[in-house]
């Protein structure tokens, strides 16, 4: 799997993108690779969201991250570190096109740090959507839900975050389920969330979870008519003020 970073893409461009071809078999996963190094060159995202996943151990988190990077390979991007104040996280970029729209998504994996109970401040910061997962076979992470949310709220630097209600593995017969659909969508309406299902594990509603959050953002910004141009760690610093002409005497 080739490891690539929207930021390093930006920074070196061509010059990584020939020395990608060189180094690595040209296969169809390089192929993609190159591919979206076009994309990032050559069409700049509208928008740049980024996203959180929440939920208990054992929801599929890490698995729908790794469905999203690499979905029947038509992206090339894997979880890497990320940046520094977030060094216990991962994250995953991927560009998602929305009718007129190009959105490049930063999706970032709790790698583990929920079963402490640990997630700080700053895995919330500046989050713009989040993804919270619960196994509907797993009557435990569907009540942790509530937890989950409170948490959101409680830390996140974003007034009323995106929120989508996932529940995992189901395509499970429906013996094996815990948490029944309709409880599900009943508690996310009580909550004001959408709510989706899923299978990592079949590629069911993968890509079409973070289409719906791509469009609810898009749309939640459109309303406040604010539009995301840069990263939320970038700062734009104004203009000096031209100075005003003198006028040359011509006498």
């Not at 402490?116 to 500046?126: E, I, N, V």
């Not at 508690?187 to 069911?204: D, N």
Request: charged content about 25%; overall charge positive; some cysteine.
């Amino acid at each position: 799997m080739v490891i690539l970073d929207v930021e390093i893409i930006k920074a070196h461009g061509q010059g990584m993108k020939s020395q990608l071809r060189k180094s690595l078999t040209y296969s169809k996963v390089c192929q993609s690779a190159v591919k979206m190094f076009d994309t990032v060159l050559e069409e700049p995202p509208d928008f740049y969201i980024r996203l959180v996943l929440l939920g208990d151990g054992g929801t599929g988190k890490s698995r729908l991250a790794k469905r999203f990077s690499c979905n029947t390979c038509r992206s090339a991007f894997k979880k890497i570190p990320s940046s520094v104040d977030l060094k216990s996280f991962e994250y995953v970029d991927r560009i998602i096109k929305r009718e007129n729209h190009v959105v490049l998504a930063r999706l970032y994996d709790t790698a583990g740090q929920e079963k402490f109970r640990s997630l700080t401040a700053s895995y919330y910061r500046g989050a713009h959507g989040c993804l919270l997962l619960f196994d509907v076979t797993n009557e435990t992470t569907f009540k942790n839900v509530a937890y989950w949310l409170y948490d959101l709220r409680e830390h996140s630097t974003q007034p009323d975050v995106c929120t989508i209600l996932v529940g995992t593995r189901c395509h499970v017969p429906l013996a094996e389920r815990a948490v029944s659909t309709e409880r599900a969508e009943k508690f996310a309406e009580s909550e004001g969330l959408t709510y989706m299902e899923i299978s990592a594990e079949e590629g069911i509603n993968v890509m079409e979870v973070f289409e719906k959050m791509a469009d609810l953002i898009i749309a939640k910004l459109a309303k406040a008519q604010l539009i995301i141009t840069q990263p939320q760690d970038t700062v734009k610093l104004p203009r000096k003020p031209t100075q005003p002409k003198k006028e040359i005497c011509s006498c």
